[in-house]
């Protein structure tokens, strides 16, 4: 039988939903382009309502360091 620490994954910050996502697609922009200098991001729906909150923002500067991350929130 596994632990339930290995049939569910933790992300970061409160809210894995708000962070998992957007990490795994920061780590795949990250793959396609080795050659950036930088990235900007703009957070849509929940994830720029509550991304501050849940900690969106600060995987994705985690992820993408030491390039700089521009994130920005939709309204």
């Known amino acids: 039988m596994h632990s339930i620490k290995k049939i569910y994954k933790q992300g970061k910050g ?7 996502g957007p990490e795994r697609a920061a780590r ?3 793959a396609a382009h080795p050659e950036a200098d930088a990235f900007r991001v703009i957070l849509y729906g929940s ?5 501050v909150g849940h900690g969106t923002d ?12 521009d ?4 309204d």
């Open 14 to 20: 409160p809210s894995s939903s708000h962070t998992m």
């Open 28 to 30: 795949s922009f990250l």
């Open 47 to 51: 994830l720029s309502k509550t991304g």
């Open 58 to 69: 600060q995987v994705l500067r985690e992820t993408f360091a030491p390039r700089p991350a």
């Open 71 to 74: 994130i920005q929130f939709s």
